[in-house]
């Protein structure tokens, strides 16, 4: 009888754990993206005040909360786990965070040529408030907002 890994829930999302190290986190943020951040990278942004991840084994998001403002930072859904509800998920956890720590809006840039994202984000509440030209390696983003506490659907 063959035996199938058991696929994490996503309700097993958590709180990263930065003493757990950061080259999961790196691999997965290479795996999706052609200017993906290292492992020494994403540490020296864990280590700064009000830096927060959450984590999962397919995915992470990382974010940061400023006096009453907070910005994702960056989310990684592994390419063969996404469109199940994961990087929604993340997304929802580290709003709620950012929320209970005084923010009261979230910021985040994305590439306009990332449809996927686009509607991910839209799907949560989030609308344009601006755009960054040639913010990806020449590739435009648009900078999206969303008002906190949101509500999730």
């Known amino acids: 009888m ?17 003493r757990a190290g950061t080259y999961a986190l ?17 540490s ?14 397919d995915g992470f998001v990382l974010a940061r909360v400023a006096g009453n403002e907070a910005e994702i930072l960056t989310l990684a859904v592994a390419p063969a786990a996404r469109g199940r509800g994961l990087g929604r998920a993340l997304l929802q956890a580290v709003i709620t965070k950012a929320a209970a720590m005084g923010a009261n809006s979230m910021f985040l840039e994305v590439g306009v040529d990332n449809p996927a994202a686009m509607s991910l984000y839209a799907g949560l509440g989030f609308s344009t408030v601006g ?7 020449g590739r435009d983003a648009l900078v999206l ?3 906190l506490p949101a509500k999730f659907a």
């Open 145 to 147: 907002r969303l008002s």
């Open 131 to 137: 755009t960054r030209k040639a913010y990806y390696n």
């Open 44 to 57: 020296a942004l864990l280590v700064k005040p009000g830096t927060l991840a959450y984590a999962h084994e």
């Open 26 to 42: 790196a691999a997965l943020h290479m795996a999706c993206f052609p200017d993906a951040w290292n492992a020494a990278a994403i």
């Open 2 to 18: 063959q035996s199938y890994p058991v696929e994490k829930r996503l309700s097993d999302i958590g709180p990263f754990d930065s």
